[in-house]
């Protein structure tokens, strides 16, 4: 089983900054299927970004994704107060999804 | 839209059965996968399997195989996970979650149920 490993496990930032996040796998991940998501207290997780670096419908263009093989980022360009959440990686490969244990994104 | 509501929380003692329904509407339920996610109280998450609302057809997280049962009915776009030899680490919220088949992405989620496994 590939196993997603985030990191930080928490970072602290101002509305405005940019924060990146980052997802590395125990093994390579076909790109098509590394995907992000967001998550607020109380809520099912969000779909962000799908096949690497795809936004899904209705996120803005400050949240992008990137990378490839074992290395992955999410990057927000300039923080809105709604952006403080946790944010999980995914991936899919033999038979099987999994998940990174989260980056929680908090108010400096 | 797309809808997926979940049935209410549950509260379960060790050792017994829980089966959890995930009623979707807002889109031709034979044409997306139906997964199963949980998160344990201040934890991740867990994929626990994939249902193929069209035939049926099954695949499972092998930490559950062979306490994971999900099913679907087509007739009322439903589909179902039944976990038993329940045990306190299965507290946790339960989320249905959609796939268009081969994405390997969950585009929309339900509320989530949670199941409290207590003595």
């Known amino acids: 089983e590939i196993v997603l490993t985030q990191s930080p496990g928490t970072l602290s930032l101002s509305p405005g900054e940019r924060a990146t996040l980052s997802c590395r796998a125990s093994?390579?991940?076909?790109?098509?299927?590394l995907v992000w998501y967001q998550q607020k207290p109380g809520q099912a997780p969000r779909l962000l970004i799908y096949?690497?670096?795809s936004r899904a419908t209705g996120i803005p263009d400050r949240f992008s994704g990137s990378g490839s093989g074992t290395d992955f980022t999410l990057t927000i360009s300039r923080l809105e107060p709604e952006d403080f959440a946790v944010y999980y990686c995914q991936q899919y490969g033999s038979s099987s999804y999994t998940f990174g244990q989260g980056t929680k994104l908090e108010i400096k | 839209q797309v809808q997926l509501v979940q049935s209410g929380a549950e509260v379960k003692k060790p050792g017994a059965s829980v089966k959890l329904s995930c009623k979707a509407s807002?889109?031709?339920?034979?044409?997306?996968?139906m997964h199963w996610v949980r998160q344990a109280p201040g934890q991740g998450l867990e994929w626990m399997g994939i249902?193929?609302?069209?035939?049926?057809?099954?695949g499972y997280a092998q930490k559950f195989q062979g306490r994971v049962i999900m099913t679907r009915d087509t007739s009322t776009s439903t589909v179902y996970m039944e976990l038993s030899s329940l045990r306190s680490e299965d507290t946790a919220v339960y989320y249905c979650a959609r796939e268009l088949p081969d994405s390997c992405y969950f585009d929309d989620w339900g509320q989530g149920t949670l199941v409290t496994v207590s003595s």
């Open positions: 096949g690497a670096s």
């Open positions: 249902i193929t609302p069209s035939g049926g057809n099954t």
């Open positions: 093994q390579s991940v076909s790109s098509s299927y």
């Open positions: 807002g889109y031709t339920f034979t044409s997306y996968y």
